[in-house]
T-cell receptor, first 117, second 117 residues
Framework: DAGVIQSPRHEVTEMGQEVTLRCKPI?????LFWYRQTMMRGLELLIY????????DSGMPEDRFSAKMPNASFSTLKIQPSEPRDSAVYFC???????????????FGEGSWLTVV | AQSVAQPEDQVNVAEGNPLTVKCTYS??????LFWYVQYPNRGLQFLLK??????LVKGSYGFEAEFNKSQTSFHLKKPSALVSDSALYFC???????????????FGKGTHLIIQP
């Protein structure tokens, strides 16, 4: 399996611009998560989906952040407008809720390194 | 509420010596426990997990972890450290009864493991 695929891997953008991060979860997984990692705050859960439906977005920092999952194989995290404090690594992750060896384990993508200047 | 603590920000071990990275947890029900490793500029990689069964769990790269219910601990161990084990290690926990699938996973702040040649 190819694992969780994220794009872009690196993004440098100017303050005020729109940023869109993309994610393809592992095929067959029914949960998708967006995390943010910073030195100051560590790993934070922003939002997660179950069967393409947003379940908990309480971690989304503010209205500038939005996430969608139009189908089982694609999700986006959008920041509009972006600010320097949004600079972080954004991870997409997915999991399968069923039983078995891989059940209940979250698998992470390689991350999108975002720098807002 | 569930929580996980990694009491050491950094652990230094000489190559060839055994290593231990500590993790304690708090959940109201039965815990599902996980260890992840993050190499520089990479995503989190799943190492091992405890769901039920044997208290000693073996995982990738020669790592193992021991579930101790009375001490609410799940320390990560390896008999002989390699320089390539140097990375950031995360412990994570979720309550068996918290929602469906793998949502509700709480991560620790991470422990930097440094293996000295």
């Amino acid at each position: 399996d190819a694992g969780v695929i994220q794009s872009p891997r690196h993004e440098v953008t100017e303050m005020g611009q729109e940023v869109t991060l993309r994610c393809k979860p592992i095929s067959g997984h029914d949960y998708l998560f967006w995390y943010r990692q910073t030195m100051m705050r560590g790993l934070e859960l922003l939002i997660y989906f179950n069967n393409n439906v947003p379940i908990d977005d309480s971690g989304m920092p503010e209205d500038r952040f939005s996430a969608k999952m139009p189908n089982a194989s694609f999700s986006t995290l959008k920041i509009q407008p972006s600010e320097p404090r949004d600079s972080a690594v954004y991870f997409c992750a997915s999991s399968f809720s069923g039983v078995g060896r891989s059940g209940n384990t979250i698998y992470f993508g390689e991350g999108s390194w975002l720098t807002v200047v | 509420a569930q929580s996980v603590a990694q009491p050491e920000d950094q652990v230094n071990v000489a190559e060839g010596n055994p290593l231990t990275v500590k993790c304690t947890y708090s959940v109201s029900g039965n815990p599902y426990l996980f260890w992840y490793v993050q190499y520089p500029n990479r995503g989190l990689q799943f190492l091992l997990k405890y769901i039920t069964g044997d208290n000693l769990v073996k995982g990738s790269y020669g790592f193992e972890a021991e579930f101790n219910k009375s001490q609410t601990s799940f320390h990560l161990k390896k008999p002989s450290a390699l320089v390539s084990d140097s990375a950031l290690y995360f412990c994570a926990v979720r309550d068996e009864g918290s929602g469906g699938g793998a949502d509700g996973l709480t991560f620790g702040k991470g422990t930097h493991l440094i293996i000295q040649p």
